[in-house]
């Protein structure tokens, strides 16, 4: 049996080791820059090592749940230089497709493989359990990972070789960041004009053909309610996902109006100091220009 290790215990990765290592037998190993989330994890039988070396040396099979490009980045090619034949590197984060085949390469030319399989839905999915995962990876690895990945999803898709992956999950959030930008403007709109009252319209959308699983979630749960926490998935992050995405686009030659759009929002929200509520949160930019028009 695969002995496990996971690196990356933040807002995903944190439930997401407790889920692996509650449903699979055996010890898992993890490694964090914070004393904190080791220590909790250790009441569910999770071994707290000193390096990512350290567990590198012990764990056949390492998940990754990192902020972003330059974590996977270094994470990854320390990983990759000790990298043995036979093991495995499933990459949960979301970064660039780019990344993504430069590490695949790297880990195939040590024997060993990578996967990238960068996780959809909430912090409440990954506690639960009910993740979607979108996994770039050639059949005999996927075969291999999916029983840990169910473990701590309910969906599991293998999209394709390493990159698939990331390129599903980052139009995924290209087009959910696009749909919460739609409701926060028709929201907005509808407060700035006192023609309808909002809870009103959010039902009348949910009864037509705008209804959604973002108006359902983040329209009527956060949107409607002013409810932006933060420890949730950040406006900082909806900006990361949405600008690797623009540059997956410009790499095929498009030029995406919406999406170019959507980021100038989110990095507008960022400017307001929002960085770090949920995404939801978009809806401060857009009332800003709202607000300046009328």
Known sequence: MDKLG?????????????????????????????????????????????????????????????PGEPQVRSVGLELSLAARAGQAIVDCSTAPVALARELAAAFTARGAHFADAPVARTRQAAIDGTLAFMVGADAFLFHRIEPLLRAMGSDVTHCGPPGAGQAVKLLNNMVLSATVTALAEALAVAKASGLVE???????????????????NHGMKSLLPESHPERAFPVSYMLKDVSYALQLARDAGLALQSAGTVQKLLAEAVSLGLGEAYHTAIIEAVRKHVTSQH
């Open 6 to 66: 996971f690196i990356g215990l933040g807002v995903m990765g944190e439930p997401m080791c407790r889920n692996l290592a509650r449903k699979q037998r055996g010890k898992v190993l993890a490694h964090d820059l914070r004393p904190e989330p080791l220590k909790r994890l250790s009441v569910d039988g999770v071994a707290a090592t000193h390096s990512i070396a350290e567990l590198a040396s012990q764990a056949d099979v390492i998940f990754l749940s990192l």
């Open 198 to 216: 909002p809870k009103l319209l959010f039902d009348a959308f949910a009864k037509g053909s705008a209804d959604s699983f973002a108006l359902r």
